[in-house]
């Protein structure tokens, strides 16, 4: 693997696209799926219902309850098979309880992801507008629920992204001298990269392209003068968070998996070369 070269292309509030360079595929997939299985965050995973008189069945209540993304502390709560406590409970340092109660009088209501009350409150719903249920009027819901952390490979819940992917970075030629700048691709370039300056082709934001091929198939020129290729060693990142973990943090905790399992893995090949030695 060759020096790494990182270069942010956009940073939003739960929006991160960034290339490096240096990778191999195998490494870029590796990243790619540790985002999206192994980097923890918090996650409703036990409710006792106290009352429920609405019409949805308390199963199907406690699976949208679990699918509500959650403002996650890494630097304060522990993975349970981590905790010191090692109780099946759970304790304050491992497990963040949240109540709600709602009831309808005289109208039909609809009960939302804020009206849950954390005993925490950094530990809280991403938006407060997730609908949970509709109350009827006479209908009342009551209900104590246990958030921990967890990865996305035990449950979908506990995933910090919604999307998570890469791609090569492509690479776009042009032989100007087979080029008689007839401008006859740029229209039909989806993400507009191709356009025209001094009836010359030229191409920009050269990221955002998706190989599609379409210029190089309506270009008058056979062959084109428009060549397209990929490196495999550039990459481009996209990652859309959930709103549990910022972005450059799910990033951050992926990459030092990474680590950890690359240290455990090199202590394992020490450990059996080792023993081979003691056998010989």
């Known amino acids: 693997m060759n020096d790494l070269e990182l270069s942010i292309i956009k940073l939003e509030d739960r929006l991160l696209k960034f290339r490096v360079n240096g ?58 098979d981590r905790c010191d406590c090692k109780s099946e409970l759970g304790c304050n340092r491992c497990r963040v309880s949240l109540t709600l109660e709602a009831g309808a009088n005289d109208k039909t209501i ?44 035990e449950h979908a819940k506990w995933q910090p992204v919604s999307a998570c992917a890469y791609k090569y970075l492509p690479i776009i030629t042009i032989t ?11 229209k039909y370039c989806p993400q507009k990269i191709l356009y025209l300056a001094d009836g010359k082709l030229q191409v920009r934001n050269s990221e955002n392209c998706t190989l599609c091929s379409e210029c190089v198939r309506h270009c008058p020129r056979k062959p084109s003068p428009i060549n397209l290729s990929w490196s495999e060693e550039d990459f481009i990142f996209h990652i859309e968070g959930t709103g549990s973990l910022p972005v450059v943090r799910i990033l951050q905790e992926a990459l030092r998996e990474v680590r950890e399992k690359a240290i455990d893995f090199s202590n394992l090949l020490t450990e059996l070369e080792g023993n081979v030695g003691e056998k010989n």
């Open 176 to 186: 100007p001298k087979k080029c008689d700048g007839c401008g006859g691709c740029v």
């Open 110 to 153: 609809t009960v939302y992801s804020g009206d849950l009350k954390p005993e925490n409150p950094t530990i809280r719903p991403v938006s407060d507008k997730i609908p949970i249920v509709k109350l009827a009027p006479g209908q009342k819901l009551k209900l104590e629920a246990y958030a921990r952390l967890g990865r996305g490979q």
């Open 23 to 80: 990778i191999t595929p195998a490494f870029a997939n590796t990243l790619r799926r540790i985002m999206i299985a192994e980097v923890p965050t918090m996650a409703i995973d036990d409710v006792i219902i106290i009352e429920n008189t609405s019409i949805l069945f308390d199963e199907v209540l406690a699976h949208r309850l679990g699918l509500i993304p959650l403002v996650t502390d890494l630097d304060t709560y522990t993975l349970p």
